[in-house]
């Protein structure tokens, strides 16, 4: 299930980099008592009661200004509440209402999105000042007084702010529907192989790099089996993004990794893997998601032989992490090896979803431990005492152990080495837990 997007949004000066930083727990926005630090809406994650969801900051909304980088930043708040699906709306209570606030209001009345009206700048323990009741007159429902500097009242305002996630377990597609995103940095040819899959033009496909502004579902039936392509908007550096709606874009892509079983990394062969292809990679990855590295544009690579193996070669050696993905050379153009993927998706998918019992695990263990000796410290050696399978979608294991200090990471990667060679696990990442025995 994707993770919700909840915006900030309010005038400019109000503590909105503040509550951002004091919820992330990072300073990541810039704190200055300047109007209009904040010029680009920036997200980080953030957790509460066991859910995680994206949290946006944005630059103040300033609508009588005629001041371009103040335009530029509407802009960007308004593509924030477009992206949310739960909004804050913050106004300073030491200043009062302002006109600014009430167009704000008005702004946000349009949105059928629920909207939660917080009054910041609270400083006192107690009973909330007479004058913070005046912003009733915006008509934006109850109250939430908080100080983003001291953290007061923080906790009322997340909890209200959990009230409108939808029930965890919701899910839009049946469970036996794979879902596939096909992500990338712009201009890989993430809709042409779409496209091609669908045998129509379902998706626009143009040179221009960010001409998918979302993510876009597409159900498919292969055989027996059924699919959802979720084509998201190319990923780029954050540094190389200059227009507004690129940015809003990006969060879309993420949530589509979010969401999805299998991620199609989509390289550009011409390019080869580029440093965001790494970052792309590395965000699936992390996420335990199924992946299959899709190099598009074979056709237009100069052929001789063994060139297939060194091109292999070369992306493993930059995507080190991801040595489990399997490698599919494409043209989404001319249609070359498309008909794999399919193939590729619904083994992969099946590979994530693997399950081993506790007997054969045990097995392995005693074998690898008699073959490899585990590590040892001043004298103390490692003990194993069994491994146990606890979930899948990635396939993860809890290892227990004598000391979890003495579990060496070169270890590990044997183990998770022999789990391969073993049982397959072709296309996902494996999770590896250590517990002392005794520990839950």
Not at 224 to 241: E, L, N, P, Q
Not at 353 to 369: A, Y
Request: charged share 30%.
């Amino acid at each position: 299930m994707a993770k919700q997007v909840v915006a900030i949004v309010g005038r400019p000066n109000v503590g909105k980099s503040t509550l951002f930083n004091y919820l992330t727990g990072k300073r990541i926005s810039i704190v200055e008592d300047t109007p209009g630090v904040t010029r680009d809406r920036i997200y980080a994650e953030v957790e509460w009661r066991n859910r995680k969801f994206t949290l946006i900051d944005t630059g103040g909304i300033e609508p009588y200004t005629e001041d371009a980088i103040m335009q530029q930043m509407k802009r960007q708040a308004e593509i924030a509440i477009e992206t949310a699906n739960v909004i804050i709306f913050m106004v300073d209570g030491k200043e009062g209402m302002t006109a600014s606030d009430k167009e704000v209001a008005t702004m946000l009345r349009k949105t059928s999105k629920p909207v939660i009206l917080v009054v910041n700048k609270v400083d006192n323990v107690g009973d909330p000042p007479p004058e913070i009741y005046e912003f009733y007159n915006l008509g934006m429902g109850e109250i939430f007084a908080v100080s983003s500097i001291h953290g007061l009242g923080i906790g009322e305002l997340l909890d209200e702010i959990y009230k409108y996630f939808p029930e965890e377990d919701t899910e839009e597609y049946d469970e036996s529907v794979i879902k596939v995103a096909v992500i990338g940095k712009p201009n890989a040819g993430k809709s042409s192989l779409i496209n091609r899959i669908l045998g129509e033009e379902r998706v626009i496909v143009t040179d221009i790099p960010g001409t998918t502004r979302d993510a876009i579902d597409t159900y498919v039936e292969n055989g027996d089996d059924k699919y959802v392509f979720i084509d998201t908007a190319g990923i780029r550096r954050k540094s190389k993004i200059t227009e507004n709606i690129e940015r809003y874009s990006v969060i879309r892509s993420w949530s589509a990794v979010d969401r999805a079983d299998v991620c199609l990394i989509m390289i550009d062969a011409v390019d080869g893997v580029t440093e965001q292809d790494t970052k792309i990679a590395g965000y699936a990855h992390e996420q335990g998601k199924a992946a299959i590295i899709v190099v598009n544009k074979w056709d237009l690579i100069e052929k001789k032989t063994g060139t297939m193996e060194e091109y292999r070669k070369t992306v493993y050696e930059k995507l080190g992490f991801m040595l489990y993905a399997p490698v599919v050379f494409i043209s989404a153009k001319t249609g070359q090896r498309v008909h794999k993927i399919f193939e590729l998706i619904k083994h992969v998918a099946d590979q994530a979803s693997l399950r081993i019992s506790t007997g054969m695990l045990n097995d392995l263990v005693n074998e690898s431990v008699a073959m490899v000796q585990p590590p040892s410290d001043k004298g103390r050696r490692l003990k194993i005492y069994y491994m146990t399978q606890v979930s899948v979608k990635p396939p993860t294991f809890v290892i227990f152990v004598n000391d979890i200090e003495l579990m060496h990471y070169s270890y590990e990667r044997y183990l998770e080495n022999q789990l391969r060679k073993s049982f397959g696990f072709e296309g996902t990442p494996i999770r590896f837990i250590h517990r002392e025995k005794g520990e839950e």
